[in-house]
T-cell receptor, first 116, second 117 residues
Framework: DTEVTQTPKHLVMGMTNKKSLKCEQH?????MYWYKQKAKKPPELMFV???????INESVPSRFSPECPNSSLLNLHLHALQPEDSALYLC???????????????FGPGTRLTVL | SQQGEEDPQALSIQEGENATMNCSYK?????LQWYRQNSGRGLVHLIL?????REKHSGRLRVTLDTSKKSSSLLITASRAADTASYFC?????????????????FGRGTQLTVWP
C-alpha cells in the first residue's frame, strides 16, 4: 500500500467552528508532514512529525494544532480559523531518518478547506 | 531563502514537443526532487537526483543538476496532453533533531505546463 489518504476531501467551516483533518498511511513511514497550499503557489511546510514527535513547527498560528496519535495517523485540529486560512491542506509521509532522510515524500490528495 | 526559483512560470506547447523547465537555488543541498501536481490534487514524486549526480533519466524524463551553478533542469520529451500539470522542484536539506537525521523540502514556485492536443 503506497497511498496516503486524507479525509475529508472538502470542508467548509465557520470562524467559530472546531474541525479536524485526518491523514493516514500504512507504508511504515516514520516522518509525516502537513503543508498548506494556496492557489497557484507552492506548498508551504507547516509541521513535521518524526517518530510521532513534533520536529518542526514553522511558526504556525495556534489555531492550527497538530497531533500524531500513532505512527500511521496524523491529525490537524482547527479552531477559530480566519477566511485567509482557506487553502488546500496536504499531508505527506516519508521513510524518515538516517540515510533515508530527505528522500521522496508521498502526498495525499489534500483537503480543500473553505473558511466562511 | 533556500527555496528554488523556477522558470518559466508558465509553458505552453503542442503535443509531441519537448518541455524544459529550470530550477535555481541558493544554498547547498543533499538532493533535488521534481514533483508534479494536477490541478487541485496532491503532488506526485517524479524523480530525485542526488548532489553527486549530474544527470538522471526516468522514462520520458531527463533531469540534470549543476551544483556549481546551483541549478537543475527537467526535460519532458514527446509531451502529451496528459502531461498538463504544475511541476515543482524541491531542494532537500537534512537536519538533526533529537539524535535523528531528518530531511525537509524547499519547494520552488512551480511551472504550469499546458500541452495542447
Amino acid at each position: 500500500d503506497t497511498e496516503v489518504t486524507q479525509t475529508p476531501k472538502h470542508l467548509v467551516m465557520g470562524m467559530t467552528n472546531k474541525k479536524s483533518l485526518k491523514c493516514e498511511q500504512h507504508m511504515g513511514h516514520r516522518a509525516m508532514y502537513w503543508y498548506k497550499q494556496k492557489a497557484k503557489k507552492p506548498p508551504e511546510l507547516m509541521f513535521v512529525y518524526s517518530y510521532e514527535k513534533l520536529s518542526i513547527n514553522e511558526s504556525v498560528p495556534s489555531r492550527f494544532s497538530p497531533e500524531c496519535p500513532n505512527s500511521s495517523l496524523l491529525n490537524l485540529h482547527l479552531h477559530a480559523l480566519q477566511p485567509e486560512d482557506s487553502a488546500l491542506y496536504l499531508c505527506a509521509s516519508s521513510q524518515g531518518g538516517g540515510e533515508l532522510a530527505g528522500n521522496e515524500q508521498f502526498f495525499g490528495p489534500g483537503t480543500r478547506l473553505t473558511v466562511l | 531563502s533556500q527555496q528554488g526559483e523556477e522558470d518559466p512560470q508558465a509553458l505552453s506547447i503542442q503535443e509531441g514537443e519537448n518541455a524544459t523547465m529550470n530550477c535555481s537555488y541558493k544554498t547547498s543541498i543533499n538532493n533535488l526532487q521534481w514533483y508534479r501536481q494536477n490541478s487541485g490534487r496532491g503532488l506526485v514524486h517524479l524523480i530525485l537526483i542526488r548532489s553527486n549526480e549530474r544527470e538522471k533519466h526516468s522514462g520520458r524524463l531527463r533531469v540534470t543538476l549543476d551544483t556549481s551553478k546551483k541549478s537543475s533542469s527537467l526535460l519532458i520529451t514527446a509531451s502529451r496532453a496528459a502531461d498538463t500539470a504544475s511541476y515543482f522542484c524541491a531542494t532537500t536539506r537534512r537536519y538533526s533533531d533529537r539524535g535523528s537525521t531528518l530531511g525537509r523540502l524547499y519547494f520552488g514556485r512551480g511551472t504550469q505546463l499546458t500541452v495542447w492536443p
